[in-house]
């Protein structure tokens, strides 16, 4: 980040994240987030799906970073989720759809209607993986859910509609704290937006991400997403009121 302003302003959000703490999703599902893990580093599939997307670039703070929190996210809330209720004998099976699904939701980020867009492009790029066709087509579908504020088509297949909602809340959790220490400097990194311009649209910014509260749609989201969100709004809080201190930046 060559922005001094930039920097600065950064390098006060993760200050004040540290303050704030980590989500407590971290804390009490640590198990499950490292298998989640374990699984992920250890997949071929993973692997070939990463080498692809990389050359899809980063857009406005969703690039590689945010993948991969979204998969490994995604992962971890399918364990739970399956400990909870067992709709599949082979959970480990599911996991890896699901970091796939949250590699290849946001390849089409740049453009409008990017769910839709980007689940016709991961269908494309899926077609060439050892996928059987109803699990190309359940990662395919999940990603076209996955926009706030929009219809989501429901699904028959209860594996399938786990998908779905696994891939909306791991991806919504980022509209937590990593919403303010890595997204914000990424879009502005790309628009060079002055300090003043970015505090000035701020507080309705703010109020987008609180609507965000109640729309996760797992019982692991509707537990641990909201903590993310007001730890998120929380930073976002402390950061406005510190906005005098970056005058003329």
């Known amino acids: 980040m060559d922005n001094p302003a930039y920097l600065r302003a950064k390098n006060l959000t993760e200050k004040i994240a540290a303050e704030v703490g980590d989500p407590e999703f971290y804390r009490h599902h640590h198990v499950a987030v490292s298998e989640s893990a374990r699984l992920y580093e250890n997949a071929p599939m ?34 739970i989720e399956l400990k909870r ?52 087509t359940a990662i395919v579908r999940a990603i076209a859910n996955h926009e706030a504020f929009q219809p989501q088509e429901p699904l028959e297949n209860p594996a399938d509609q786990l998908l779905s909602d696994t891939l909306y809340d791991a991806d919504k959790f980022r509209w937590g704290p990593d919403n303010f220490t890595e997204t914000l400097w990424a879009m502005l990194a790309s628009r060079q937006a002055p300090l003043s311009v970015v505090f000035k649209h701020f507080l309705p910014g703010l109020e987008g991400i609180r609507r965000v509260r109640d729309t996760f749609r797992t019982e692991t989201g509707r537990i641990y997403g909201p903590d993310f969100i007001d730890r998120g709004l929380e930073i976002g809080r402390r950061f406005y009121e510190a906005r005098s201190s970056f005058h003329g930046d």
Do not use: M, Q, W
Request: with cysteine; hydrophobic share 40%.
């Open 46 to 79: 993973v692997r070939d799906c990463l080498e692809i997307v990389s050359g899809y670039g980063d857009c406005y703070g969703h690039g590689l970073t945010h993948i991969r929190k979204v998969a490994l996210d995604a992962g971890a809330i399918i364990l």
């Open 85 to 136: 209720e067992p709709l599949t004998p082979d959970s480990g099976r599911l996991v890896r759809l699901a970091h796939l699904a949250g590699l290849l939701h946001d390849v089409r980020r740049r453009e409008k209607n990017h769910a839709k867009r980007g689940a016709e492009e991961a269908a494309g790029i899926l077609a060439h993986f050892d996928l059987s066709k109803g699990e190309s």
